[in-house]
């Protein structure tokens, strides 16, 4: 599975902007996605993970109650919108589909990732 992330940019604190996640040359429908960022000198972390019909969530706590994810299988996209945005959430983005159809919390579950999207939140 290719994937894409995009729609990152510049936005102000207490802003909004909504991440994509497409799935290019196969469908991953059938898969959990997850979102991670790494802001620098950081390690990766975990965002937000959607199981593959979007029945089962999870958020990271520091994006809980601000960042909601979900898909759109028949379009083949998966959405991260970003609401009240902080300036340590400036990181790049990555998306990623999972071996399996459920969502996890854990890096090492996903085995398709998409090249990131910057994201900057200024203060």
């Known amino acids: 599975v290719q994937l894409q992330a995009f729609g990152g940019g510049l936005v102000q604190a207490g802003g909004s902007l909504r991440l994509s996640c497409a799935a290019a040359r196969r469908t991953f429908s059938n898969n959990g996605v997850g979102w991670f960022r790494q802001a620098p000198g950081k390690e990766r972390e975990f965002v937000a993970g959607i199981s593959w019909r979007g029945g089962s969530l999870h958020y990271a706590d520091s994006v809980k109650g601000r960042f909601t994810i979900s898909r759109d299988n028949a379009k083949n996209t998966v959405y991260l919108q970003m609401n009240s945005v902080k300036p340590e959430d400036t990181a790049v983005y990555y998306c990623?589909?999972?071996?399996?159809?459920?969502?996890?919390?854990?890096?090492?579950?996903?085995?398709?990732w998409g090249q990131g999207t910057v994201v900057t939140v200024s203060s």
């Open positions: 990623a589909a999972a071996a399996s159809s459920f969502a996890s919390t854990e890096r090492n579950a996903y085995r398709y």
